[in-house]
């Protein structure tokens, strides 16, 4: 029985994640440092998992509020007015699972068959297919490691046409690490105005910023809150992936369309994450920050190491990832990526799993320890020798 013909023509046209077809090798092979899944190392902090087993113990096992329990949305309220300057009342924030979810629901409240969501090119793997997902045209705006991959009102413009309505955004970015300015999104903001377009952003990585550099949130500036879906989450700068809790922060109107997709689809996020959420924004800090510092001694030795080897890596100021550039090794980036983790068995993301401007760079996480940094580098370096000798002898 032919059952690709039942399948829904959009979800059959787009293709895998290329980061799991990548990821299905890396599991079949033995002793390989993973620098591809861009996950923290660390446990979720103590009295947090203490807080969802309390939560557990006292019978906390229903239902919730379809919004979410309204003692998170006030933590919510207190820590996004403190973080990014921004109010929203308990009644303009909603619980999901995973900022994945609050993206999700984000555009199938907004997206009308055919509106052009705009979004920044390389970007986290599921902007494209999700905005597919939800009937939308995916618009690809180039960022450039010559503009340390920040998102330009120059090349947003390009791409701004009579039936743009979404600017989508991810800064720190997965998976560049490329952070914005504040005068860059003041502009950025004054084309959203002046097009009368919705910005979705997703602050996911916003704690985990280095060198004292500033995260400015678009939703703070004048005139921005009214137009913007704010999204954030506990995955990665509390280490809670497999909790699967975010949220979206948006004017009560947005949050009611976004709210009646939940309630059909999810009813509500799981109420033992949502109880250990609530410990992780009134107490959570200090595990952010020694985390967050930890991070930035990592992401030093990463980008010397690269460069060291030639392979050029622009320092990020965000997130928890490098995006070297291999195209000196004469390599395309899949055959860099097979080869190193066949040859050397260290596994990094080829650059194009975010988009074809990816193509000439890997992705490496160094959500991972210091020990197994200084050991992937070296065989990496091992393998560039390598891969140089071979050329040279060709
Ligand atoms: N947004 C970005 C930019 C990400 O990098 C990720 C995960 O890697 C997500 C969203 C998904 O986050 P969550 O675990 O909260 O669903």
Redo the contacts with the bound molecule.
């Keep these: 029985m032919d059952l690709q013909k039942h399948i829904a023509h959009h979800v059959r046209d787009i293709p895998r994640s290329g980061i799991r077809d990548f990821f299905e090798i890396v599991q079949s092979m033995k002793n390989v440092i993973s620098l591809g899944i861009?996950?923290p190392d660390f446990d979720t902090p103590w009295h947090i998992r203490e807080a969802a087993i309390y939560s557990l113990e006292r019978g906390r096992t229903g239902y919730t509020s379809n919004l979410g329990l309204p003692e998170l949305r006030e933590a919510i309220s207190v820590y996004v007015a403190k973080n990014f300057g921004v109010e929203y009342s308990t009644g303009e924030i909603i619980v999901?699972?995973?900022?994945?979810?609050?993206?999700d629901l984000a555009l199938r409240a907004l997206i009308n068959p055919g509106d052009e969501v705009l979004y920044h090119e390389p970007?986290?793997?599921?902007?494209a297919p999700s905005i597919t997902l939800s009937h939308g045209a995916p618009v690809a705006v180039p960022t450039f490691a010559a503009d340390n991959f920040r998102l330009t009102a120059r090349e947003l413009e390009k791409k701004i046409t009579p039936a743009s309505k979404i600017l989508m955004m991810?800064f720190p970015?997965?998976?560049t690490g490329g952070t914005q300015t504040r005068a860059e999104l003041e502009k950025i903001a004054a084309l959203a105005i002046e097009h009368d377009l919705i910005v979705l952003t997703?602050e996911?990585?916003s704690e985990l910023t280095y060198d004292g550099a500033e995260h400015v949130s678009i939703a703070s500036l004048p005139g921005m809150r009214d137009r913007t879906i704010f999204?954030h989450?506990?995955?990665?700068a509390f280490a809670?992936?497999g909790w699967?809790?975010?949220y979206a922060c948006a004017p009560a109107a947005l949050t009611e369309a976004m709210m009646k997709i939940h309630q059909y689809g999810i009813l509500c996020a799981s109420i033992t994450a949502q109880d250990g959420a609530i410990e992780a924004l009134e107490n959570g800090a200090r595990d952010v920050e020694a985390m967050r510092r930890e991070y930035e001694h990592r992401r030093n030795f990463i980008v010397s190491s690269f460069n060291e080897l030639g392979l050029e890596c622009f320092k990020p100021h965000g997130?928890f990832y490098v995006f070297p550039k291999i195209a000196s090794t004469g390599l395309s980036s899949r055959d860099f990526s097979l080869r190193l983790l066949r040859e050397k068995q260290v596994a990094v993301v080829p650059g194009p799993a975010f988009g074809p401007g990816g193509e000439g760079h890997v992705r490496a996480c160094y959500a991972t320890s210091l020990d197994q940094l200084k050991t992937a580098m070296k065989r990496i370096g091992e393998f560039v020798a390598e891969c140089r000798a071979a050329s040279k002898a060709a």
């Design positions: 861009g996950e999901t699972v995973g900022v994945s979810e609050a993206l970007c986290y793997v599921s902007y991810n970015c997965n998976p997703d996911i990585y999204l989450g506990f995955s990665k809670m992936t699967r809790i975010g997130s």
